[in-house]
């Protein structure tokens, strides 16, 4: 209890001291606080005793402000009373001329006035008259013409302006004319018109004539074979009624019928297609000539009545066909029940022996073995012949129970065909039950196999995850190798499979094939699971092979990809020394062809690689030239003094505005004043220079270079020619967005040569270089359409592109033709065409 007590009272102790360090702790802050808050305090005494100055020194400035004004006020009154004494006399006097000079115009335009009245009713009454002439008829334009000639003598002369007036009238007069010779014209041809209508309507009425006797021939024709039809048809109703009726005589009478219906259709869609084919001239016929008067012509009508025995003919053919169709239907169920009761009497006759026209009990036997191939038993021949099938006091069945006979065997021979079926179906169910047992306990056996296959499979996945992960790590060199392995793993979990699917496949051999399709139904239900298992497995076992094939294939790529990105390090290397050197495309081929043969072998690209400069560092901007420079600087400067002598200007004008709001302006000084404990960036910090890049440094594979050098060649070739090389070197940029070519790398220094055209193409002398001022991208280029050098723009600060990697193409503009050589001719053609040339020519 003592140490309890003592513990207490130094947990107590301890609680006393952290609550008088967090007393200290708190009071320590207030402090802090309270200091803060006092210099917060005096920060804002200041700021309210500068505001307070401010606005004294705004009032001040505002009451100078006000009495100034007073005084130019008061000036300006004074001045604007003396102007405006002034202005009263000078205005005084304006409105004594002004009313003279207005009373002098009125008298002038009243007598303006009145002579126009009189030149305007000259005038309108000449017009009153031309007007009637301009509407004239062939009738009164002689008259109308002697009225205008008339007020023209009276009236034209207070028209003020005869020589305008005459020629209005004549221009009418011959406007009239040509009307009046137009209308009569017109009437000419009008009549003219007539009289051709009428020849073309006797034209047509003959013509018409002609195509409906014609039609008319056409007509009868197809009359006279829907008559023929009918009395082909009426041998079909009589056969009918034939008791001898056979099959073939059907046969032939419809044939008959259906060849003199196909005539008859024939003749009928004759008439169809003449008017179809004339369709033209009948339809002319039937509106009429324009123009030509109303009315139904004779030949109209029997035209329309053609039409009518055209229609009636196609009706009653296609009647009298399908009639036909009908009756040889009838007629053939009729011959065809004729024949089954003829061949029913002969079987009875067959087995008729003592021809009294009855079965007897050893017929009916001899019956049924001799059609149905079925021994009749006893019992059943006895209810036969004791039965309703033998009428009383006779010896057998008679011919019209023959059918009642054949029925009531093929129900024998049925009841006895039920009763082997059924001892089968027991026999099989008996097989059934004892190879079943086998068959589960075989499926018992497979089912441990197919766990046992599982596992196999299961390796193989570890073992591609294995493999994954090892690929993920390793060169794709060694990805083959870990490709191979897992096959040998996923090869013996395709064994192990391919065994147990091949036993449980022929589990159901083990019986006879008569119970197969029994035992396949069984195993399915009760080796359904395994062989859902076994689909699962062999989709495990493909996934896996093809995740193999897969590595082996990503391994190719990369390798691919590994040469084609060191053939165009190679290419990058040629091209920066080319550049930095200031050699050709001719100059650096030279260089790099040590034996001067015109072409590189794999030795000398090697040895020319292992000297050259792999260090790609960015291309700086040229240089501008001395008078050029000085040329730009003293305009800069001029445009600088003209900037500063406007900005002079809009200062003295902004004067008066700017010492009106100092207040404002102070206002947004304290505003600015950051607040204690804060940091605001202001906006004349220093810009961050932009990083130059780093230079990119190339490094190339010797071991490689052998299988670079052969992507760098034809194919087929083993030495990199110099047309390969050109083409390979050489950098071309196709146009996307149309940009200007200038004279000097600086966009804000160059002038424009000329335009580039979207599409087109260019070659790359130097860079691409960055400018770090603009932040743009620019080449030197040359332009293919006309040679001409200079600077364009790559892609924009905003990133628009304006040029992009692409190779010049050919464009076919005219059809030529396709060669496989050089040379248009075989060299032997020309030898042998100049010895003939020789031959033909003279002494």
Known sequence: QQQQQQQQQQQQQQQ??????????????????????????????????????????????????????????????????????????EQQMKMEAAAAARNAEIARRQAEIKKKQEEQQATLAIRRVVQKVRTATAANFEEMQQELAQVCATELAKTGAEEKMREECQKAIEMAKARVDAILAAGQKEADRKAEQERLKVEQEANMLKLVQ???????????????????????????????????????LAEAAETAGAEAKTKTKACTDFIMQRRQDLQVFKTGAPGAAGGESETKQNLAKLLTRIKEAT??????????????????????????????????????????????????????????????????????????????????????SFHWLRTTVGAARELERDLNRRQDRKEKERVLIGVKEKLLEKVKSVATAVETAHKDVIKAEEKIVDMRKKAMGAHYDKHDALAAETDKVIKTSRASYEKVKKTLDGLSSIVDPKYAKDVDAFLDKEAKALKIQMKRMELRLTRASNLTTRLRDEAKETAVREIVTMKENVIKVIRYNQRVEELTTEQIFAEIDKNGDGEIDQEELAAWLESADKELKPFKPPAADEPEAEEKKEDAEEKKEDDKAEEAKEGEAKEGEAAEKPAEAEKEKIALVPKAGLVRPTALAPAVPEKEPEPEVIELDSDKLDEVFSKLCDEGESSLSKAVFFRSVQQFLKVIKETALTDVFPVTTSKPMRKLDAREVVEVLEGPIRDAKTKVTRVKCKALRDNVEGWATISSNLGTVFLREGKPSFKVVKETILTEEFQLEPEGKKEGEEEKNEEKKPD
């Open 214 to 252: 014609e039609l008319t021939e056409l007509v009868e024709a197809a009359e006279e074979g829907t008559k023929c039809l009918d009395e082909v048809t009426k041998p079909l109703d009589e056969a009918a009624k034939d008791e001898k009726l056979t099959t073939d005589k059907v046969m032939s």
């Open 16 to 89: 006393q001291q952290q609550q008088q360090q967090q007393q200290q702790q708190q009071n320590a802050w207030q402090q802090q606080a309270a200091a803060q808050q006092a210099e917060q305090l005096r920060q804002k005494q200041e700021l309210e005793v500068r505001r307070q100055q401010l606005e004294m020194e705004n009032q001040r400035r505002k009451l100078e402000e006000l009495q100034m004004k007073r005084k130019a006020m008061e000036e300006q009154k004074r001045m604007i009373e003396e102007m405006r004494l002034k202005q009263q006399q």
């Open 315 to 400: 009706r009653v053919a296609d009647t009298a066909l399908a009639s036909a169709k009908d009756k040889k239907a009838t007629a053939m169920k009729r011959a065809g029940a004729l024949e089954k009761t003829k061949a029913i009497d002969a079987v009875f006759a067959k087995y008729d022996k003592d021809k009294d026209k009855m079965l007897s009990q050893k017929e009916i036997q001899a019956y049924a073995k001799g059609e149905f191939k079925f021994n009749l038993p006893q019992d059943c021949l006895k209810r036969i012949m004791e039965g309703p099938l033998v009428e009383e006091c006779k010896a057998g069945v008679a011919l019209e």
